[in-house]
């Protein structure tokens, strides 16, 4: 038992007993905060970015009856990496049971029940296949079989046969079925997030500045207009970087990731009745087209769909799917896509948390809620529901262990020589 207590966190003593007992053992939780009744107030809490991350800690901090001002410098919700008309709801399960993994699994089944309600306005759990399609992730996913055990209304293996009949189209190749999962309109998602009394929402608000004032944080905005809050959230996706309150010589170590994805039109293949994933990923047909991608573009900031790009979507679809029989008359430079930028950490994990160093001349009340990358998705309603938890001042919704992978202080690089 100590032994187990001290593996969460626990600082574990032997103090006097009671009665005949001479010894009895205690155990002290420490914290980073010091842990008092909830002191958020009924001032707004700013949020900066209103993508999947921003509009799920809105929704989830106005459900607890705190009002939020919501601020993009977009002209709508989801105009960023969440704005894509479908997304899979998908997180790769790594094939050792750690911390990383349990957090991965936890966010998978989370997000999966966070938007039942919303089942045919933006979700769609019709189920996704994660093919083992080349040499190397058919030896990844044998072993991760061999050494997890997880209930087959998470994940189940597949043979080529029972993927075939799952997908509603021949598949090569076995792989690993998520009956839960399936996938959304992000775009509506946000939009439909954010639809709550307790939500201002302010769009074509560029943040260029973050001070502290007086007790406040001010935001201000590149076209001279301002917002004050005790507390702030940067949900900005790389862009939290030039507002986040970073002490002398250090910077946030976030970096944008490329990504376009393609649109082809339901004429132009045979569609799956379920997600895929593999190499690439397709999704099934709605309203006469579906969406395939992503390209991974690390060293490219070109904001407009590429021909190049989207000839490597079609290619790697077709090698992971040839039984789909892309048309030949689709051609690259006549399709239609979109490019966003992911927003990742150095150890491509998210962050949730207060921005660490804050004292008496930087400010209390700064929090991060970003580094998603390609699975924003999975990863914003329970990250959400944990920041939520932390700025509320209410018991965290993550043990020690699963907190300590989100922690912000990890981004912070010392760029100071000596």
């Not at 500045?209 to 301002?226: C, E, F, M, P």
């Not at 001042?393 to 020690?400: D, E, S």
Request: with cysteine; hydrophobic share 35%; glycine share 10%.
């Amino acid at each position: 038992v100590r032994r187990a207590l001290a593996d969460e966190g626990f600082e574990m003593a032997k103090v006097p007993g009671f009665e005949r007992k001479r010894e009895m053992l205690t155990g002290r939780l420490p914290t980073s905060e010091e842990v008092t009744a909830p002191t958020v107030g009924t001032d707004p809490i700013v949020i900066i970015g209103a993508g999947i991350a921003g509009a799920a800690l809105a929704r989830n901090l106005a459900e607890r009856g705190v009002p939020v001002v919501l601020a993009d410098q977009a002209s709508g919700p989801g105009a960023g990496a969440s704005g894509n008309d479908q997304g899979a709801l998908y997180v790769k399960l790594g094939v050792e049971y750690n911390d990383q993994t349990e957090l991965a699994a936890t966010a998978l089944c989370f997000s999966q029940r966070f938007y039942q309600r919303w089942q045919g306005e933006f979700w769609y759990p019709c189920g996704l296949l994660q093919l083992a399609a080349t040499d190397q992730e058919q030896d990844r996913q044998k072993r991760f079989l061999e050494r997890s055990s997880y209930p087959e209304n998470l994940l189940a293996a597949v043979s080529p046969a029972e993927a075939s009949r799952i997908a509603g189209i021949p598949v090569q190749c076995e792989g690993l079925w998520f009956p839960g999962s399936g996938w959304l309109q992000p775009a509506r998602a946000c939009k439909t997030l954010i639809e709550h009394p307790l939500i201002r929402t302010i769009f074509g608000f560029k943040a260029d500045t973050l001070r502290w004032t007086d007790n406040h944080w001010v935001i201000q905005a590149s076209d001279g207009r301002s917002l004050r809050a005790a507390k702030v959230v940067l949900a900005a996706g790389h862009e939290s970087t030039a507002l986040a309150p970073v002490p002398e010589g250090q910077s946030l170590r976030l970096k944008p990731i490329r990504g376009q994805v393609t649109r082809i039109p339901a004429d132009g293949c045979r569609f799956p009745d379920v997600v895929i994933c593999g190499t690439k990923y397709l999704n099934p047909a709605y309203d006469g087209s579906a969406i395939t991608g992503a390209t991974f573009d690390l060293r490219d900031d070109n904001p407009e769909p590429t021909p190049e790009g989207h000839q490597e979507n079609l290619d790697q679809l077709r090698e992971l799917l040839p039984s789909i029989n892309i048309s030949e008359h689709i051609q690259a430079e006549h399709l239609e896509g979109r490019v966003a930028f992911r927003c990742t950490t150095h150890d491509y994990q998210p962050v949730a948390g207060p921005c660490p160093g804050n004292d008496e001349t930087a400010g209390p009340g700064v929090y991060l809620l970003t580094g998603f990358g390609s699975k924003g998705l999975v990863w914003a309603p329970l990250l959400a529901e944990y920041l939520a938890d932390r700025i509320c001042q209410q018991p965290a919704c993550l043990n020690t262990r699963l907190a300590r992978r989100v922690e912000t202080g990890r981004l912070y690089r010392n760029q100071l020589t000596v």
